[in-house]
């Protein structure tokens, strides 16, 4: 009974293996460093925090031309993904629409990804509401005009200041 399990056992394990590394990318090691790739990504996450987005995606866009089945390229892909829903004014490349389709993407490529769930949830996020042509447009747009009326709002506040500092002057007198 033993023997015929582990007969069994040794015919199986070879095709599962086999299938396995059949449906995942190989895993490629790149010449460089893992310290050196955290620097690479650090150097991007910093350049994002400086609202430098299109040279943090093309840090990452870089990996993944040279190291597409790195341990790290789901990494970079999805950090790349979502830098198009970095709802920042001055975000070139802020755009909903291409980071659905880079999420989308992600998940049909990196099937075994830790990042597979935030990329479905944003997603479900992004998904385009009823009536509307473009995921978050109508967002965008409101976005926009909040920030105007905040802009605007903070002008007429320093001119009602500078009256009620000329009215309090005047009292004075």
Request: charge should be neutral; hydrophobic fraction near 40%; charged fraction near 25%.
């Amino acid at each position: 009974m033993i023997s015929v399990v582990i007969k069994y056992w040794l015919l199986i394990m070879p095709v599962a293996f086999l299938i396995g590394c059949a449906s995942n990318p190989p895993v490629q090691q790149s010449s460089e460093s893992g310290d050196q790739l955290i620097r690479v990504f650090s150097h991007a996450r910093e350049l994002v925090e400086k609202h430098a987005y299109e040279e943090a995606a093309q840090i990452y866009r870089q990996f993944l031309d040279h190291y597409p089945g790195h341990i790290f390229a789901d990494d970079a892909a999805y950090r790349l993904a979502y830098l198009h829903v970095v709802a920042d004014p001055v975000n070139p490349l802020y755009d909903y629409e291409k980071a659905r389709l880079l999420f989308q993407k992600f998940i049909e490529t990196y099937k075994n990804s830790r990042y597979i769930n935030a990329c479905t949830n944003w997603l479900a996020v992004l998904q385009p509401r009823k009536g509307q042509n473009s995921p978050g447009l109508s967002d965008k747009t409101d976005v926009m005009q909040l920030k105007q009326q905040i802009s605007d709002l903070r002008s007429e506040n320093i001119k009602l200041r500078t009256t009620l500092a000329e009215l309090q002057e005047a009292i004075e007198r």
